[in-house]
């Protein structure tokens, strides 16, 4: 059946909260709504609404113009596979040594590469994201200058591609966390597709706040590929839990918020070793010196 949306944008996230609560109460009712801030400095948050049927246009005008938004951008969406299409437009990504791909790319892994399986359906974490992409070069950069980790860590691991890629180059445990509990199911099935079960131990926990986390601190590498304003606030934590020496690589990042978060960083013991940028996004990889 075609899919409905309907989109509009509005300052502040208070607004942005009363329309998508609206949003639930309109006849016909969505079948999910989103709030979410634009992450680009501008203050802005998008509200979006999905319909199986034709949503009512006056409602939403009104709904709009009550909390001093603009109109609704209103679409049909054709009727798609859209797991086909996933696994069409998803090509394989090399970074470096790995190799993230869908099973129905198996046959394409390259003898040289480290392949990471990420099912095509689970779109988010497969490496075609600067983010993803831009921490799996940092990692590989670092195993190029012989750096080797005892004791890893993913906060806000998504699909657990980077947890997984920690754990092909070693034989260590590494402990994967996801405030989501979906994302958690997630990872959980990728590891085992990538026969890393046990060896990579998937938790939900918000930060490190976990007791698993607290006891298998301080880790010698962590991964945090969430957004700017999460990892800021996890600053102090990173270096409570991140042993002097050990790395850490960042991202989520827009390209004008590094600089705020390289001297967050910096300001809680750890410099710059590296900074790269793919399109809109900024990784970095930064030694805990103190």
């Known amino acids: 059946m075609p899919t409905f949306t309907a989109f509009t944008k509005t300052k502040g996230k ?22 979410f801030e634009i992450e680009d400095g501008s203050g802005l948050w998008e509200v979006g609404a999905y319909f199986t049927e034709a949503p009512d246009e006056i409602a939403l005008a009104l709904l709009a113009k009550a909390n001093d938004a603009p109109d609704f951008v209103i679409s049909e969406l054709p009727e798609t596979d859209w797991v086909a299409k996933v696994r069409r437009d998803l090509a394989p990504v090399e970074a470096g040594r790995f190799f993230v791909y869908g099973a129905h790319d198996a046959d394409r892994l390259p003898a040289d590469k480290i392949g990471l399986l990420i099912e095509a359906a689970m779109a988010f974490g497969t490496g075609h994201h600067g983010t993803t992409l831009g921490c799996l070069k940092a990692l590989d950069h670092l195993m190029a200058e012989g750096k ?13 591609v980077l947890a997984m890629a920690a754990a092909k180059i070693s034989d260590k445990t590494v402990y994967a966390s996801d405030i989501d509990e979906v ?25 490190f706040n976990h007791p698993v986390l607290a006891e298998k601190a301080p880790f010698d590498l962590v991964f945090a590929n969430i957004l700017k304003g999460p990892l800021v606030a996890l600053a102090p934590d990173m270096a409570a ?9 960042l991202s ?12 967050v960083y910096t300001r809680s013991g750890f410099n710059l ?18």
């Open 273 to 290: 070793v590296e900074r790269q940028e793919i399109v809109d996004w900024t990784t970095l990889t930064m030694l805990r010196t103190h």
């Open 241 to 249: 839990n991140v042993m002097p020496g050990g790395h850490v690589i």
């Open 14 to 35: 208070a607004p942005a909260e009363a329309i998508g609560d609206a949003l639930e109460f309109l006849d016909p009712e969505p079948t999910g709504v989103g709030v």
């Open 183 to 207: 994302a958690v199911e997630v990872a959980e099935s990728n590891v085992r597709a990538n026969d890393l079960a046990g060896q990579v131990v998937c938790l939900e926990a918000a930060g």
């Open 148 to 160: 080797t980790f005892d004791n890893v860590a993913d906060i806000g691991c998504g699909t657990a």
């Open 252 to 263: 989520g990042i827009l390209n004008p918020q590094a600089d705020e978060v390289v001297d």
